[in-house]
């Protein structure tokens, strides 16, 4: 298991929030898990942040994770996939891609074995690091040195993401793996003032937990 990992999100949301800022990105967040059209005339959510990301160009996120043009590699759901089923990270590189942001998507990781969802455990019972690092596999599907850019639609502390970057480092040691979540959640503040919030971070493993800087 990876000690760290570098992240960066472009959107943020609060899902205890009340005021009006706070409510557009909760229904954003969940059109996003839905591939729910948003808007007038109605757009993908992914498509829609993947083309504000390429149009505003944060300059902290495209110099830490995409300036080399990396694969996106989508992080699998905590289910395990079923024919036509929705892939929120999968959708999200696709859309990233069709806007110039990755060289391709590189989808080499899947989930062998279910695990509980974050957002619906209780405190203390969320799955950990190792949960979901044991119930991930990767398929070696390249062979040239890489830059790999983990793909996700929510983080929350980081421990999918960590995971997920231990197993793709495994299978590929010689890559820069970072990984980048469309939207970060704030569960500790009661609102925010704006979505858009471009940040680099840290995830870290101590212990058997995974802490999220940022």
Not at 53 to 75: C, I, K, Q
Not at 130 to 149: F, G, N
């Amino acid at each position: 298991m990876l000690s760290e990992v570098r992240f960066g999100s472009f959107l943020v949301y609060a899902p205890r929030g009340t005021n009006e800022i706070s409510r557009r990105a909760q229904q954003f967040v969940r059109a996003l898990k839905e591939e729910r059209p948003i808007g007038a005339p109605p757009q993908s959510p992914s498509d829609y942040a993947a083309r504000r990301l390429a149009d505003e160009h944060p300059a902290s996120l495209f110099d830490a994770l995409f300036a080399d043009s990396p694969l996106l590699v989508p992080v699998p759901r905590s289910s395990l996939p079923v024919q036509g089923g929705i892939w929120p990270a999968y959708n999200i590189a696709s859309a990233l891609v069709q806007h110039g942001i990755g060289a391709a998507i590189l989808p080499c990781l899947k989930r062998v074995k279910a695990v509980p969802k974050s957002a619906f455990a209780a405190s203390g019972t969320r799955p950990k690091p190792i949960d979901h690092y044991e119930s991930i596999h990767a398929t070696k599907m390249v062979t040239d040195r890489l830059s790999l850019c983990l793909i996700d639609d929510v983080i929350t502390k980081g421990a999918t993401l960590l995971a997920a970057a231990s197993r793709l480092q495994e299978a590929y040691p010689q890559a820069k793996v970072t990984g980048f979540a469309l939207v970060r959640t704030l569960g500790f503040v009661d609102d925010i003032e704006r979505i858009v919030e471009p940040v680099i971070g840290m995830i870290t493993l101590r212990g058997d937990e995974a802490f999220r800087e940022l």
